[in-house]
């Protein structure tokens, strides 16, 4: 069942698809995401945007918790999250994101996430809240 669910979310996370990003699932609690900056993710001629480092870190915790939450048979949504940006993002760099559940409960899950430029550079970190709820409660039980 928790592969029918990440297939599921896969095909209906448009903003994901949208993002460009590509995920590995490690394990459960434990994801890498990459992307390529494009001028769509820019906020000046060559800079990248903040809301689009913020959507990455989104997709980075809350895939790394919903990989996890899964295995019960359930969704997660995110609840907060705080993000330090350390250096600028610019067009054509290759990032490189990982997310890690660090603790785990019946409703909530708390994830570290960390983002990284192709020079192994952390340009992005924090970490987030996000609630777990089952499956059948979800708009995507139908």
Same mark, same amino acid.
């Given at each position: 069942m928790e592969v029918d669910i990440l297939e599921k979310y896969n095909q209906t996370n448009q903003f994901g698809n949208y =993002?460009? =990003?590509?995920? @590995? /699932? =490690? @394990?459960? +609690?434990?994801? @890498?995401?990459?992307? #390529?900056? @494009?001028?769509?993710? =820019?906020?000046?001629?060559? #800079?990248?945007? +903040? +809301? !689009? /480092? #913020?959507? /990455? !870190?989104?997709q980075i915790v809350g895939t790394a918790a919903l990989s996890k939450a899964i295995l019960e048979s359930k969704l997660v949504s995110t609840v907060e999250f705080k993000i330090n940006f350390l250096k600028p993002v610019f067009l054509g760099d290759d990032l490189i994101g990982h997310g890690l559940v660090i603790q785990s409960g019946k409703r909530l899950y708390t994830v570290k996430g960390e983002i990284f430029n192709q020079n192994n550079n952390l340009v992005a970190t924090g970490i987030a809240t996000l609630n777990a709820y089952p499956f059948d409660k979800s708009d995507m039980n139908s």
């Open positions: =993002l460009d =990003l590509k995920i @590995k /699932i =490690l @394990k459960p +609690g434990d994801v @890498k995401y990459t992307v #390529s900056v @494009k001028e769509h993710h =820019l906020a000046t001629v060559k #800079s990248a945007h +903040g +809301g !689009f /480092i #913020s959507a /990455i !870190f989104d």
